[in-house]
């Protein structure tokens, strides 16, 4: 997309979303024992607060596909396909990668599984996917344009049937294309539409400050509960649960918000920021890759473990700044390789 079309505000958002994608998945060698309570609480806060990167993904989605004047129901289904068949893609590189270095899989039915279950950060792929085939319906909604009445009558039959019938008529081991379409869509179809809301609204200092003091007022509350609930209250750290969910849109609202306020007051946008944006999806789908790989090297001897006794503290942010670094390379790379781009980037 040209510079002079590109919303600064959506490069920003993507940039911290990527990052924040990053955080959330490194595991952390100090244990909550070995860090005095308030570290352990401001470590959680932190950890939660990063946890609204997937809900900031689809508000930036909904911001760009709602904000468009027309909406070709077809080229929206291929996009869903396509983040499908990416999904595929890179589980199928995933499996390779771990066939390859520690054999694990034994029978055709471990590979069909894995396949379709994917590594533990793709499902965020079928989940868009998912959300993509019901956009024009808010589209329709929200712009007061028609939607083919066979196209809705289609859709919910196939959900229907791929979500429950399928369950009566195709045995288990034959199910794994019919998991992929994701059962929890209300949630991305609430932070869609919310997303290009706030697109339209103007963004004022006051409103991100309130939503700024809002977030950190709600994390260290939630953090709370969660500690001293989490027992009691099942799956109450699911992130359809309360708190959590509450959580999750204070912080991707004030991240959106912000996003939104710095770019109306930027003169010029910053071209770092723009170059990560359009790597975000690369970023992505392979930081856990160089993630894995660290510890792997770490565990066989081949990479010194840093900062695992003395410094702890520095293990986090050391191994956070060289997988983002490495994340952004091998994105920039695929991204300037054509086969490798259409085939792994889309």
């Known amino acids: 997309m040209p510079a ?80 499908l ?26 590979f069909y599984s894995a396949l379709f279950t994917g590594h533990y950060h793709l499902w965020f792929l079928t989940a868009l996917a998912s959300a993509y085939f019901f956009l024009p319906l808010l589209h329709g909604a929200i712009h007061g344009a028609k939607v083919s009445l066979r196209y809705i009558i289609i859709l ?15 045995p288990d081991i034959w199910r794994g294309p019919l998991t992929m379409f994701s059962a929890n869509v209300v949630p991305i179809l609430v932070y869609m539409p919310y997303g290009y809301y706030l697109s339209k609204r103007e963004i004022t200092g006051k409103l991100t400050a309130a939503l700024g003091a809002l977030t950190l007022l709600v994390l260290p509350l939630c953090v709370w509960l969660i500690k001293r609930y989490d027992g009691v209250i099942p799956k109450l750290t699911s992130g359809t649960m309360l708190p959590p969910s509450i959580m999750l849109f204070v912080c991707s609202s004030f991240v959106f918000v912000l996003c939104r306020y710095i770019a109306g007051k930027s003169a010029k946008p910053n071209g770092f920021i723009m170059q990560l944006s359009g790597l975000s999806l690369g970023i992505y789908l392979i930081h856990p890759f160089v993630i894995d790989e660290i510890y792997r090297l770490e565990y066989i001897g081949a990479l010194p473990a840093l900062f695992t006794e003395s410094m702890q503290y520095l293990r986090y942010p050391f191994i956070f700044i060289v997988t983002a670094a490495l994340s952004f390379v091998l994105s920039y790379i695929l991204k300037k390789i054509p086969v490798l781009k259409k085939l792994v980037l889309q």
């Open 4 to 83: 002079s079309k590109r919303r600064y505000d959506i490069d920003l958002c993507r940039a911290f979303a990527c990052l924040m994608a990053i955080a959330t998945h490194i595991p952390d060698i100090c244990s909550a024992e070995a860090l005095s309570p308030l570290t352990a609480d401001l470590r959680s806060c932190f950890i939660y607060f990063c946890r609204a990167v997937i809900p900031i993904f689809y508000m930036v989605t909904g911001s760009l596909y709602l904000g468009k004047e027309t909406a070709d129901v077809g080229k929206t289904v291929k996009k869903a396909f396509r983040l």
């Open 156 to 170: 919910f039959i196939a959900l229907a049937i791929v979500k429950y019938n399928a369950e009566i008529f195709v």
């Open 85 to 110: 068949l990416l999904f595929l893609v890179w589980s199928a590189l995933y499996i390779a990668r771990s066939q390859f270095l520690f054999q694990t899989y034994h029978t055709f039915n471990e």
